[in-house]
Nanobody, 130 residues
Framework: QVQLAESGGGSVEIGGSLILSCALS????????VGWFRQAPGKEREGVAT???????????YYAASVRGRSAIDQDNFKKTVTLQINKVKLEDTAMYYC????????????????????WGQGTQVTVSS
């Protein structure tokens, strides 16, 4: 079992930056893929970014097109946290943000298949204002 807890949500102005943190606990060694997802009111949950731990300190990141080039996901195995930073935020970044964990054999599997993530946090709300 892996437990996840998000933090860092709140209000941010257009063009600003947000930093979210996901704290992992429990049997974290059983999950080598952590993803950030978001769900805006009236919309389906969508993937934002994932990080795959390939061992030996190697991490592979993957980003949705909507945030690619203005976001960064980072995993700190010592602190057992995964942070997501999004810069130049837009109104459409407003959503409830969730982190989730899964285990895969290969890096290319660590993507946005929501149904394949067995562990989820409770979410943290981000509101972008003009």
């Amino acid at each position: 079992q892996v437990q996840l807890a998000e933090s860092g949500g709140g209000s941010v102005e257009i063009g600003g930056s947000l930093i979210l943190s996901c704290a992992l606990s429990g049997d974290t060694s059983s999950s080598n893929c952590v993803g950030w997802f978001r769900q805006a009111p009236g919309k389906e949950r969508e993937g934002v970014a994932t990080v795959f731990s390939g061992g030996y300190g190697i991490f592979n990141n993957y980003y949705a097109a909507s945030v690619r080039g203005r976001s960064a996901i980072d995993q700190d195995n010592f602190k057992k946290t995964v942070t997501l930073q999004i810069n130049k935020v837009k109104l459409e970044d407003t959503a409830m943000y969730y982190c989730a964990a899964a285990n895969y054999e290969n890096e290319w599997q660590c993507r946005f298949q929501i149904d394949e993530y067995p562990y989820w946090g409770q979410g943290t709300q981000v509101t972008v204002s003009s």
